[in-house]
């Protein structure tokens, strides 16, 4: 499968592919991986220091103060798919993620019809997901964060959603994207730790994660 992969707030994709070496590793070795860096300068993200260079940029792919820089990061992002895909899945953290789901919605309010047979992406691999922009909300000015209980279940494909019990700084995210995809598609496995993807430090969360990564892709190859 190709994958698509966005970094979360404040890394950027060299940081991202560090951060997810060891479950890729642990992944059928025929994947291939596309990292894509955002274009909006910011601080680093808590807790990179030991992984980040001298010289590192730190990036995201919108400033979240600005709607329109949140809706231009969506068209950018669908652009992107538009002109460099297909690609089979997404394999993205944080805010990342939200991008991600995001434009899944967006595909599916300008053609239902078109994105419940050909989907943007035919799974979905989310790392301490955030909470989506609604791209009807951020497109006409009115933005609004989707939940379950406002939205439903609106992603109907194969998903997989690793987040950390322990997470102080988004605990959020994770379980809120989760319920908005189809509870009959999903595997969820939460970890010990915070906002982080599991690493070599603690291997059995590594081998769990790519167990769930792993009925994800299965699903979407049934399909």
Request: proline residues 7%.
């Amino acid at each position: 499968m190709r994958f698509l992969c966005l970094h979360g707030m404040g890394t950027n994709s060299r940081i991202y592919e560090m951060q997810t070496a060891a479950i890729r590793y642990g992944l059928d070795s025929q994947h291939t991986y596309e990292f894509i860096d955002g274009t909006v300068p910011t601080v680093a993200a808590h807790g990179i220091e030991s992984i980040a260079g001298p010289n590192e940029q730190f990036l995201q792919y919108s400033d979240p103060e600005s709607l329109e820089s949140v809706a231009k990061a969506l068209y950018d992002l669908e652009k992107l798919v538009d002109e460099e895909g297909p690609f089979d899945g997404v394999m993205a953290f944080s805010s990342g993620a939200a991008l991600a789901a995001s434009l899944m919605v967006h595909k599916l309010q300008k053609d239902p019809e078109k994105e419940r047979l050909n989907p943007v992406f035919r799974c979905a691999i989310f790392f301490s997901g955030g909470p989506p922009e609604d791209p009807l909300g951020a497109i006409s000015g009115q933005r609004r964060r989707m939940d379950f209980e406002s939205d439903g279940e609106v992603i109907k494909i194969p998903t997989a959603h690793i987040w950390g019990a322990n997470d102080q700084l988004y605990p959020t995210f994770g379980p809120v994207l989760s319920k908005l995809c189809c509870s009959d598609l999903r595997s969820d496995y939460i970890h010990d730790g915070g906002h982080e993807i599991p690493g070599p430090k603690d291997p059995k969360a590594v081998i769990k994660a790519v167990h769930v990564i792993n009925r994800a892709i299965e699903r979407a190859l049934i399909d």
